[in-house]
């Protein structure tokens, strides 16, 4: 059974709402609601050769209906094509009704109304034509044109271009926007104290019943490149800790306890910028766009001589990471300043850490 909302929002967004009362049988009716406040002549954004100006400024249109003439409201909140009772009566090439059982109902209402039945129409312009299901309502409440045929008939603009775009470039450039990425010809070095001793800590034995769910998880950050399996002697070895998702009970996060080798690992002092810091590049910008990196520390890659106080120990041998990982003390300020390094130059683009974002006033 489909849901549709058929009408709808108030005046000052351009479109119908609508005001319920009781007849004495309880059956619903629906009258317009005029807005005293529409300015006379409001033609809610559309070609003026192609709307009616009506009192109260609302936005509606002569179109044919199976080549009867129908004046009908333009509404973008609306789901559906609705005519009432007495437009049907007059359509010259009268259809036959089919059953409906769709629920509609009008803006904060949970009653739904009462159809007679729909049917499938042609429905034309003097530039455009197009076919759509049209919704027949008991009485004489007025006609509703929805967004979709709107925008079909070319009556109002595709307000969805952005997310139109948005898929084409996703689509185009796919190799962006799955997987794990990597900056290219560059590394980054852990530095380490070497004062400090290094520590082989014991392995914490894994649940039976996350073991699969652990070896997955390994298996695929391998096949990302992320971590490599260890042989031979490490001077350092840390444990892995196993967490369940919050919003995903199914999925595990794992976690590597670098408590031991952070007192190793010397921090670089980068500075993070902060909202304030911005504020004032932000200054003037009318468009603003927000990318967030896919598991953003992985995507820098370690030099080779970092590797070993990566490693960590599970159910199933020895790992190290290649890339920057999660528990690093260093790994914040590593990333800040490398990211902040690649985008040097680029007008309207900052970093938060893994968080970009690019702005610009048109």
Not at 233 to 244: E, K, L, M, Y
Not at 301 to 319: A, D
Request: with cysteine; hydrophobic share 35%.
């Amino acid at each position: 059974m489909n849901h549709f909302a058929a009408a709808s929002r108030s005046k000052r967004d351009g479109t119908s709402s609508f005001k319920r009362k009781v007849n004495k049988d309880d059956n619903y009716e629906y009258d317009d609601a005029h807005d005293s406040s529409s300015d006379e002549g409001y033609i809610f954004g559309l070609r003026e050769n192609t709307v009616n100006k009506v009192q109260k400024g609302q936005p509606k249109i002569n179109v044919k209906i199976n080549n009867s003439n129908v004046d009908i409201l333009i509404d973008t909140g609306s789901s559906i094509n609705v005519i009432d009772e007495s437009t049907f009566e007059n359509i010259k090439c009268k259809p036959k009704l089919s059953h409906v059982d769709t629920r509609v109902f009008t803006y904060g209402s949970d009653k739904n109304l009462k159809l007679m039945g729909k049917f499938h129409a042609t429905i034309e312009t003097d530039r455009k034509i197009t076919t759509a299901p049209v919704y027949v309502m008991k009485g004489r409440y007025g006609n509703l044109l929805c967004y979709d045929t709107s925008v079909d008939l070319s009556i109002v603009p595709v307000i969805s271009s952005v997310a139109n775009k948005h898929e084409i470039l996703c689509n185009k450039y796919s190799d962006v926007f799955n997987g794990i990425g990597k900056l290219k010809d560059e590394k980054v070095k852990i530095h380490i104290d070497e004062s400090v001793k290094p520590v082989i800590q014991p392995h914490r034995r894994i649940p039976f019943h996350i073991r699969k769910q652990v070896e997955a998880e390994l298996e695929k950050l391998e096949k990302q490149d992320i971590i490599e399996k260890v042989d031979g002697p490490t001077p350092w070895v840390f444990p892995i800790v196993v967490a369940p998702k919050p919003k995903h009970k199914n999925e595990i996060r794992l976690c590597v306890d670098m408590r031991e080798p952070n007192k190793a690992i010397l921090r670089s002092r980068h500075i993070t910028p902060t909202l304030d810091d911005m504020i004032l590049d932000l200054n003037g910008s009318n468009v603003f766009l927000k990318m967030d990196l896919r598991s953003g520390y992985h995507q820098l890659e370690l030099e080779e001589e970092s590797w070993n106080i990566t490693t960590f120990t599970s159910h199933v041998k020895l790992r190290r990471y290649k890339r920057l990982s999660f528990g690093d003390l260093s790994a914040i300020e590593l990333f800040q300043n490398t990211l902040s390094n690649a985008l040097e130059g680029l007008d309207g683009v900052r970093n938060i850490s893994d968080d970009i974002i690019v702005f610009g006033r048109n």
